[in-house]
Every structure is written in structure tokens, then in C-alpha cells.
């Protein structure tokens, strides 16, 4: 497992103005909480913290933290996780950073990021897509053991075919926490338009059941009405001739 190492600096000032002259001077505010001891206010660099951000899966990583407590000693190092990372909402820019202390002696859990390697047959020569279930497996082990990552080569993989837990071989020193049933990669069928069946010859014209049993009806009644008038109208005749 790689170790990374980040320069900090202890935090005297904690008041909201002084947090924005800190972001500004190009420091990130942080804090480290450990087991039974009081958390530390510290500073960490913008600038390296992202470059770690960009070159690794930051929150599965142990952070050698090199606090320089005073000019005249060697900084303290601390083994530490990323407990969480606060993103400005506007800007997604990272404004505070909280981190774990942990003994790299016991066994932590922790969430590794899943990889897929090479194109599956499925993609390639049967025009299907790779849906990626999960992207994080949950594991425990000893800090030093945490896998960078888990690769799974696809390239075989046809449409239908599924990737589980349980069928992924991890090192023999990591426990897996996850479902073992669990479905981390599949390929699935490309999806079809549906097709609208052209009408049959004179079915386009075809009135729906009920409206054409209401036009009949209408019509029957309008059939009503004219007999009506000619009656009216003929002894209407008969008075006059009368």
C-alpha cells in the first residue's frame, strides 16, 4: 500500500474571519480527532491536497501527517484516515478536511474502489454497455494492507454475463464485508426503440366503439325529430285545406 505524506501545521486561530485569510494564503482548514485525546486543530496546503485528491482514492488512504509543532523539533507524524472532506457548494472547491487518527496495528474498515480493466466482449462485438453496480467494496484489514485498488478484468465478459463479489479473489490478509451475492459488474443488452406495427389498410379510419355507438345514436335521435316535423307539418296542411 502506498504511504502519503502531508505537511501541517498546528491552528491557533479559529474564527470564521481568520478561516477565510487562511483559504486565501492557500491553506485548508483541518482537523484531527483521535481515540481518547483531543482533537487538533491544524492547516494543511491546498495545493497538495489536491494533488492527492487527483492522483489517489483519498478517503481508502493512510495519511502520514507531519505536524510541525515548534521550528527547533522534527514534526510529529500521525497515521490518519480522511474521515470527511467538506466541498464549498458553489465553487466544489475542498474548505475543510477531518481527519481520523488510527493505530496501524489494528484492523479498520474501510470502503476500496473497484476498477474495471479492458473492453468486454459483450461492448465490443455484441453492442452492449457495461453497467458498473458497485464502485466500492467494503473491506477490513491492517492500514498497511488496504489494497489501492480492485481490479476486474471485463474483456471476456459477453451480454448477460455478471461479476459478484464472491467471485473476485482478494489478498489473503483482507476480509470482505460486503454481500458476497452482491452484483459489482454486468453487461447488459443494448436497448431496442420500440417499434410502432403500421395499421392495417382502412383500420386508421375506424372510429373507437363508443364514439361511433354515440354518433348512432345521435343520429337516431335526429332520424326522431324529422318524423316529428313531417307529421306536424302534414296535419298542419290538413287545417289549412280544412
Known amino acids: 500500500m502506498d504511504e502519503i505524506l502531508l505537511d501541517a501545521q ?9 478561516l477565510k485569510d487562511l483559504r486565501r494564503n492557500g491553506f485548508v482548514p483541518a482537523v484531527v480527532y483521535s481515540a481518547g485525546k483531543k482533537s487538533q486543530a491544524i492547516q494543511v496546503s491546498h495545493r497538495e491536497l489536491m494533488r492527492l485528491i487527483h492522483h489517489y482514492h483519498i478517503e481508502s488512504v ?7 509543532e515548534n521550528k527547533d523539533k522534527d514534526p510529529k507524524a500521525k497515521s490518519c484516515l ?7 457548494p458553489v465553487s466544489d472547491d475542498v474548505i475543510h478536511v477531518d481527519f481520523n487518527e488510527i493505530s496501524l496495528t489494528k484492523a479498520i474498515k474501510v470502503n476500496v474502489a473497484v476498477v474495471a480493466n479492458g473492453e468486454p466482449i459483450g461492448v465490443k462485438q455484441e453492442g452492449g454497455s457495461l453497467e ?5 467494496i467494503e473491506i477490513e484489514c491492517l492500514p498497511r ?3 489501492k485498488e480492485i481490479p476486474i478484468d471485463v474483456s471476456q465478459m459477453k451480454i448477460g454475463d455478471a461479476i459478484h463479489i464472491k467471485d473476485i479473489v482478494f ?35 375506424q372510429e373507437p366503439e363508443v364514439i361511433r355507438e354515440k354518433k348512432e345514436a345521435a343520429e337516431g335521435e335526429e332520424g326522431t325529430q ?6 306536424k307539418e302534414k296535419k298542419e296542411e290538413k287545417k289549412e285545406k280544412g
Open 10 to 18: 498546528p491552528r491557533k486561530d479559529l474564527g470564521g474571519g481568520k
Open 62 to 68: 493512510v495519511i502520514n501527517l507531519n505536524i510541525k
Open 82 to 88: 480522511i474521515k470527511e472532506i467538506q466541498y464549498n
Open 132 to 136: 458498473h453496480i458497485l464502485w466500492e
Open 145 to 147: 494492507d488496504i489494497p
Open 171 to 205: 489478498p489473503a490478509n483482507v476480509k470482505v464485508l460486503a454481500d458476497p451475492e452482491a452484483i459489482v459488474l454486468t453487461v447488459i443488452a443494448p436497448i431496442k426503440e420500440e417499434e410502432v406495427a403500421p395499421l392495417a389498410e382502412g383500420e386508421g379510419s
Open 226 to 231: 324529422e318524423k316529428k316535423e313531417e307529421k
